[in-house]
């Protein structure tokens, strides 16, 4: 039975985005996944991370193939997983999961290698997980580190420099289409912040009208009052449409928003002229039917790539310099999340030998009579004394065990010897974890 830390999770390198967008975890989804997750065999805590390109389940494991189990359950029932999608997710376990958290969280992992979103998002994620109540001692040290990782490779390496995120990606494929994005009309269909992001580009680009449309009209009259643009009510949205050179899409709708009988009507109402849509959502809010108009120019979150790619080549130093970072940090961070694997076992151990001390106390006692005070207190201290030097040298030794295996074995004679009961989440006798590329086994 193998505990630890384990990331199952599918991304843009492993899955298109019609496979990865079946897995996106809406906000009304994520907070009973969390608990169900929590509840779960083999799971002690859990954080999800679903974002444009992943879905990851962070987990801190008693039982990594129970753990597997539970995630492989959740997605079958609530997602509709089967057998020939299992390809598309990738395993982690132990340090090698640990490397990942740290890559994801200083934008190493990221389609864009360095855009800043991903921060905020791991943040989010990790807030909102405990918000739910399903980190603890282990996963709150893990986040925590991860981010602090992360805001290093930030300020000692330069892969931050010339920010390049999605949004930017997706103004920079409208401008090969027009050759000035000046006076262009630009809609914004939805009020989240890849669409303020892609606003904020557009506009610092010298777009000419823009509306922003929400189911929610308050948020969009929040974006549009920042930007300079003008909210739409979603209901009377059609007029602005046909008037857009540009739309772009990002809801947290788990359905189409824009399908191709829409983009025939918006054709139908227009003057003429391409029309540019962006759809940066997963799930996608734009039908890839919409494509087969004429006149319309429609690219998804996975077209992106291939404009991020030609700004790659400048960071590429700057990454391999951040690698190397988080690699350090990763190995010496695994060493002290080992040793807190024992630390249940650590402090039961003093307790137990306190208990032992007083016992042998109180025989004493019994034995030899009421002791002057300055005797009393003389054996109280040398008794405290020898005790901690003796659970000290103990934990010292579990502490600095260098291998698992080896850990484990000393923490396993440690609860024999003194009869401990085994605290949950700490190891069994097991081998070293290794990774699996992909499914669940």
Known sequence: MESGLLVLGISHHTAPVEIREKFSISESRLYPSLHRLAGSPGIEEAVLLSTCNRTEFILWCTDMDAASSSVESLLAGEFSLDADQYQHFYRYTGREALMHVFRVAASLDSLVVGEPQIVAQVKSAWAKARQAGTTGRFLDRVFQKALSVSKHVRSETEIGDAPVSIPYAAVALARRLFSSLEKRNVMLIGSGKMSELSARYLVS????????????????????????????????????????????????????????????????????????????????????????????FLYDIDDLQQVVASHLDDRLTAAAEAEKMVEREAKSFAGDLEAQRVVPTIVALRARLEQIRQAELDHYRRDAGAAASEAEAALEAMTAQLMDRVAGELARELKQAQHRPEQEELTAALRHLFHLAQPAGEPSPEIEPQIAPAGFD
């Open 205 to 296: 680009a010298g777009v000419g009208k823009l509306w922003v449309t929400n189911r929610t009209h308050e948020h969009a009259e929040t974006l549009a009052r920042d930007l300079g643009g003008t909210a739409v009510r979603f209901e009377d949205r059609w007029p602005y449409l046909a008037q857009a050179d540009i739309i772009l899409s990002s809801t947290g709708c788990p359905h189409v928003i824009l399908g191709r009988e829409d983009a025939e009507r918006i054709r139908r109402m227009r003057e003429g002229g391409p029309v540019f849509l962006i759809d940066i959502a997963v799930p996608r809010d734009i039908d890839p039917t919409v494509r087969e108009v004429s006149g319309f």
